[in-house]
């Protein structure tokens, strides 16, 4: 059974085999020092993972009106090759947008890595209510709020639809 959680350190080498899975691995041995960092295991087996950070201003002081604030930056997101498809990374992004909310934050950010699954990345973030908030820069910024990304999915869980989002995309 899926279930997501607070990475404790003995999980500190399969998060660190994940992102080096998806090309996201920092050199040296992994530690999420200042990160928030929520996993997702299966089974007891650690299967995904999301790294992020609380009250981040990303810009905003800098004159980056499309961040808005308080906000809670993804820094990464992975998930297990055989394990894609099954929900585990909207089970991470959820519990990161859950967090985000209990903070006070209103806005949810990342910046997507450049791939060969960037189309399927992109329709995931949109599934969440995030569209791109910056332009002509190589690889744009997307963002959204919280209670868009929370209200996406439960209307995901229970099969029905956001009217107020589909008629804006």
């Known amino acids: 059974m899926l279930r ?15 992102l080096d899975e998806a090309d996201l691995a920092p050199p040296g041995p992994y530690d999420p020092e200042g990160l928030g960092v929520v ?16 009250d981040t201003d990303f ?4 004159g980056r009106p499309d961040h808005p604030g308080p906000q809670t930056w993804v820094y990464s997101l992975a998930v297990a ?6 929900g585990v990374g909207r089970a991470l992004l959820v519990e990161v947008a859950r ?4 903070a006070g934050n209103t806005f949810l950010a990342l910046a997507p890595a450049e791939g060969n699954d960037e189309a ?23 963002g ?3 209670s868009e990304a ?12 956001d009217r107020t989002r589909a008629s804006r995309t």
């Open 120 to 142: 399927d990345r992109h329709a995931f973030f949109r599934m969440f209510g995030l569209t791109p908030i910056e332009h002509d820069v190589p690889c744009p910024a997307w």
């Open 59 to 62: 810009g905003r002081d800098e």
């Open 99 to 102: 967090q985000a909310r209990e």
């Open 81 to 86: 090759g055989i394990h894609r498809r099954r």
């Open 150 to 161: 929370l209200a996406a999915y439960r209307s995901m869980a229970t099969g029905t639809e």
């Open 39 to 54: 996993v997702a295991e299966d089974d007891g087996v650690v299967v995904g993972a999301v790294e992020f950070l609380v």
């Open 144 to 146: 959204g709020p919280v």
């Open 4 to 18: 997501t959680r607070d990475i404790s350190e003995s999980d500190y080498p399969a998060v660190h085999a994940l």
